[in-house]
DNA sequence: ATGTGACTCCTAGTCCGTA
DNA sequence: GTACGGACTAGGAGTCACA
């Protein structure tokens, strides 16, 4: 699995779980609206900087944006 | 501590750990041995596919390179 | 076996729109 | 509120020579 597709899922799904908007994201990471939009579509391979920035504006540890979900199957 | 900084010492203590040189790591990973010394002196704010890469050649999970180590002093 | 400067090239990342 | 496009700029990707 392609780290970049995982960490566009964890991504939209912590936004969904914190209840905020794409625009909310961005605003709160100092990133562009439309970039948060590419990186939930797979566009982008983004760097830890910017890593950083969201897991900053969603409060949560980095590193937990990249971990596999543990399903089972 | 900016995250950059952290992937850094994870990147060399997991290589160090494998017993590996930034010249074994750099052909493993397929990139150029500069650009991990580059890395390990936190120069540069590595792409997802970077990170990978990186991962794959030390065999371990991406996100781990990502983790503070839990010293509590 | 690693640090560093000086490059070139290309993607990350921004900003403007429209639907 | 989000997807997507075009045009642009900043900075990472990748290489080389030399210490």
């Known amino acids: ?4 597709n ?3 899922r964890n991504l939209k799904a912590a ?3 914190k209840g905020m908007s794409q625009e909310d994201l961005a605003y709160e990471a100092e990133l562009d609206r439309t970039y ?3 990186l939930e579509r797979r ?5 830890l900087d910017v890593i950083e920035k969201l897991s900053k ?3 949560l540890d980095a590193y ?3 971990m596999a979900p543990d399903k089972p199957d």
Chains 1, 2 share one sequence.
């Open 57 to 59: 504006a969603l409060e």
């Open 43 to 47: 566009i982008y391979s983004p760097s």
């Open 6 to 8: 995982l960490f566009a």
């Open 1 to 4: 699995m392609k780290l970049r």
């Open 36 to 38: 948060i939009s590419a």
């Open 15 to 17: 936004r969904l779980l």
């Open 64 to 66: 937990l944006l990249l």
